[in-house]
Structures are given as structure tokens and as C-alpha cells.
T-cell receptor
Framework: SQTIHQWPATLVQPVGSPLSLECTVE??????LYWYRQAAGRGLQLLFY??????ISSEVPQNLSASRPQDRQFILSSKKLLLSDSGFYLC????????????FGPGTRLTVL | SQQGEEDPQALSIQEGENATMNCSYK?????LQWYRQNSGRGLVHLIL?????REKHSGRLRVTLDTSKKSSSLLITASRAADTASYFC??????????FGDGTTLTVKP
């Protein structure tokens, strides 16, 4: 069966510090991978998606970047965090755009102080 | 911009009652999905309804879709305290990506 992992679960970082959040998927190959951000009490905002190794599409201009160094690994990064980067970050996967159901990881709660 | 918008934003009911949540969207869709999110957790897929379907059931869940009104509803029958969560609709277009609404927070009181 497939599983998706995210770490860390929570993170408190000072403004201007770097960020690296990691997401890995097990039990499937060549998944579509997604990074979302969720503000408190709101829905999900799609940040990045990837259809393959090294292929990253950005949905909104921002202070973040994403990379996919391996088939089942998706990394969200920032060189210098802003206060506005605080939020709940969710990674998700599915078998491709034809498979609409997405499977979500447990999320990372990021607080930038 | 958000494609789906849920209504109401918050709903509080007693255990055993039915809960109805609505979702409206703006553009034509291929399908619509409902997800559930427990506080501080990831989302869990509940049900998908395609644009050519009008109603779908899964256990205590009933989803309807009215493409002429660009709206969907999620009915949870005989609610339980464990149904307390936020519920989100997500729409998919030909582009394949999902667009999520802001959700309805459901509280079921024992």
C-alpha cells in the first residue's frame, strides 16, 4: 500500500532563516506530487506541482521554491523566510491528472517569528 | 482565486441529526470531490462525483451535483461526534489540478 510522509511535523523558524520541508511517497512510482499551503481556517492554496523528476510547476509567485531530486521525493525550500510564510504545509500525491483523488500527508505546521 | 466556496462556514448540530454542506463553483468542471480534515491533520478523500452524475452515496454520505446551478451538496446522515471536522469541496477541470474551497467546519455535539 502507498504511504506519504512529511517532516518535520512542526517547525518554528526566525524571519530570514532558510527552510527545507521534505515529503516522500512509498509504494508507487512516477506519482504527481503537490505542495499546498493552508492558512488558518482557510482552504488549500496550490503552491507547486510536479509530474516527474526535475519537473516543477509554480502556481503562485512567492518566496518559496520546490525541487524533486528523486521520483518519490518532493522538497519545499526557502532561502529567507518571511512572516507571511507561516502556515500549514501539505504534501499530496496522485497517479496523475487523470486520477483526481489526491492522498495527503500529515502536514507541517510552520511558524515564522 | 477559489473555484469552490462552501456554505455555511460553520455548522453545529447534535449527534444523530443530519448535516448538510453546500459548495458552489464558477467554471465548468470534470468532477467534484469532497474531503474531510481533522484538526491539524491532512485531508482525507471522501467521495468523487463526475459532471455527468447527479447523486452518489457512500455509507452515511450523500453527494448531489447540479451542474446547471454549479453547486454540490454533501449530506451526512445520523451524525456522530467523530464526524466533527472540516469538510472541503475540490473541483477538477480539464487541466487536471484540484481547486479547493475554504471549507465548512462541522461540530457534532454528543
Amino acid at each position: 500500500s502507498q504511504t506519504i510522509h512529511q517532516w518535520p511535523a512542526t517547525l518554528v523558524q526566525p524571519v530570514g532563516s532558510p527552510l527545507s520541508l521534505e515529503c516522500t511517497v512509498e509504494g508507487t512510482s512516477n506519482p504527481n506530487l503537490y505542495w499546498y499551503r493552508q492558512a488558518a481556517g482557510r482552504g488549500l492554496q496550490l503552491l507547486f506541482y510536479s509530474v516527474g523528476i526535475g519537473q516543477i510547476s509554480s502556481e503562485v509567485p512567492q518566496n518559496l521554491s520546490a525541487s524533486r531530486p528523486q521520483d518519490r521525493q518532493f522538497i519545499l525550500s526557502s532561502k529567507k523566510l518571511l512572516l507571511s510564510d507561516s502556515g500549514f504545509y501539505l504534501c499530496a500525491w496522485n497517479g496523475g491528472f487523470a486520477y483526481n483523488e489526491q492522498f495527503f500527508g500529515p502536514g507541517t505546521r510552520l511558524t515564522v517569528l | 482565486s477559489q473555484q469552490g466556496e462552501e456554505d455555511p462556514q460553520a455548522l453545529s448540530i447534535q449527534e444523530g441529526e443530519n448535516a448538510t454542506m453546500n459548495c458552489s463553483y464558477k467554471t465548468s468542471i470534470n468532477n467534484l470531490q469532497w474531503y474531510r480534515q481533522n484538526s491539524g491533520r491532512g485531508l482525507v478523500h471522501l467521495i468523487l462525483i463526475r459532471s455527468n452524475e447527479r447523486e452518489k452515496h457512500s455509507g452515511r454520505l450523500r453527494v448531489t451535483l447540479d451542474t446547471s446551478k454549479k453547486s454540490s451538496s454533501l449530506l451526512i446522515t445520523a451524525s456522530r461526534a467523530a464526524d466533527t471536522a472540516s469538510y472541503f469541496c475540490a473541483t477538477n477541470t480539464n487541466a487536471g489540478k484540484s481547486t479547493f474551497g475554504d471549507g465548512t467546519t462541522l461540530t457534532v455535539k454528543p
